[in-house]
């Protein structure tokens, strides 16, 4: 994938201690926007999802701890086919990022 092309992802995690969840949930807010509970949808060019990655796995306990992240492909060409059930379903779209 190039580094400047961004990839809509949706990651799930399923972290079996609570102090571990909430530090994965804080950590994905600054990546992506929350759909559901230990869901987000995130825009994610190759630097931020490797170090999205790398974060992730700094946290979790393998073997116990389960991160999922499904990769739609190109942001600003993937029509994602959802179908959502009361709330609406909207893709994340390019924002500016402040470094």
Not at 33 to 44: A, D, G, I, K, T
Not at 54 to 64: K, V
Request: proline share 5%; net charge positive.
């Amino acid at each position: 994938m190039k580094s400047n092309v961004e990839h809509l992802y949706v990651i799930s995690y399923d972290i079996a201690d609570p102090k571990r969840w909430r530090r994965i949930f804080k950590l994905m807010n600054g990546y992506g926007e929350w759909l559901q509970l230990s869901v987000f949808q995130c825009r994610l060019s190759a630097r931020r999802h490797a170090e999205l990655m790398s974060l992730l796995d700094g946290i979790i306990l393998n073997g116990h701890d389960h991160v999922v992240m499904l990769d739609l492909g190109p942001a600003d060409s993937v029509t994602p086919r959802v179908i959502s059930l009361g709330k609406r379903f909207d893709p994340v779209q390019r924002e500016p990022t402040i470094v």
